[in-house]
């Protein structure tokens, strides 16, 4: 996509949002896939700070007795940090670990007492993020002894450009990755959840149920301080959008839900888990290359 298409694209469906409303959602938001035999969804959680570690791994424990798996995207240097965490939740080989990055992408901020987001790819140099993604690739490599497939860019929603995401995948094909999961839902609107760009897969996060254009992330619901959401909205996204999807997909038709979470922000908190578990009951649990595999792009 050039800069120009990407332009009307976007101006398009906002365009369209804003005039058919309610409508919109029904005929363009949530594309179905034609060549997937079903319903399916994947958990992702983007592990960005010290805390997202033990919180991970409880985490995992927990979705573990339900059967159900994540994709974990960690920053390489909080993967050395806490190695025998990520091992642990690696050993597990229905878990996937996909590259984050190298370089931590948060800081602690004494003044607000909280988290705050640093090091945007769209502040930096195409060499820096060309060596964080290779840095975070060899990482992986090193300490959980496995070839990643998969990337997700820091603070995806600051790079989106036709020319960022192709600078990521580029840079990731030549690591022989085959997907990326660095889009914003707005993609998923035109293109469908499963998208072929620069020679491989891109996988936008799904948007919530009443505004498709917004992340339904846990961020926004479970752990901004000035968020207008609850965790009860977030449950109540996600129901209104599986029931949705769920009615279509028995007319045989196929969805794709990615979600992504902080593992910090949900563990706390059993409406996450309940929320999973209701999901979990109307669509399949399955990791990004698990799905390629299923539809044999692999
Ligand atoms: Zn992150």
């Not at 959602?25 to 960005?48: E, N, P, Q, T």
């Not at 929603?157 to 660095?182: A, D, V, W």
């Amino acid at each position: 996509m050039d800069g120009l298409t990407y332009k009307i694209s976007f101006f398009t469906v906002k365009a369209m949002a804003k005039i058919l409303q309610d409508k919109f959602w029904y005929f363009i938001a949530y594309r179905k896939v034609h060549y997937l035999d079903g319903f399916y969804y994947i958990l992702s959680f983007d592990c960005d700070t010290q805390e997202d570690a033990e919180a991970a791994l409880a985490l995992y424990h927990r979705l573990r007795k339900e059967k159900i798996y994540g994709v974990y995207a960690v920053p390489g240097e909080l993967l050395e940090k806490h190695q025998s965490i990520y091992k642990e939740i690696a050993h597990d080989p229905q878990n996937e670990f996909i590259n984050h990055g190298y370089y931590t992408h948060t800081f602690w901020c004494k003044e607000r007492s909280r988290h705050e987001s640093c090091f945007f790819y769209n502040e930096l140099s195409p060499k820096k993020i060309i060596d964080d993604i290779r840095r975070g690739d060899q990482t992986l490599r090193n300490v959980l002894n496995l070839p990643p497939l998969g990337f997700r860019a820091p603070h995806f929603g600051c790079f989106q450009r036709p020319e960022n995401l192709k600078l990521i995948h580029s840079t990731i094909k030549e690591l022989n990755y085959i997907y990326s999961s660095s889009t914003v839902p707005i993609y998923s609107s035109i293109y469908g959840p499963i998208i072929k760009m620069n020679d491989l897969f891109e996988f936008p996060v799904t948007g919530t149920f009443s505004q498709p254009g917004h992340i339904l992330d846990s961020w926004a619901f479970f752990a901004a301080p000035d968020r207008n959401n609850t965790p009860e909205d977030y449950a109540k996204e996600l129901k209104q959008l599986t029931t949705f999807l769920n009615r279509a997909n028995q007319t045989k038709e196929s969805y794709l839900i990615n979600l992504y979470v902080d593992p910090s922000h949900v563990i706390e908190n059993d409406i996450f888990l309940n929320a999973i578990k209701e999901l979990n009951s109307r669509a399949q649990n399955i990791t990004y290359s698990s799905l390629l595999k299923k539809i044999e792009i692999l």
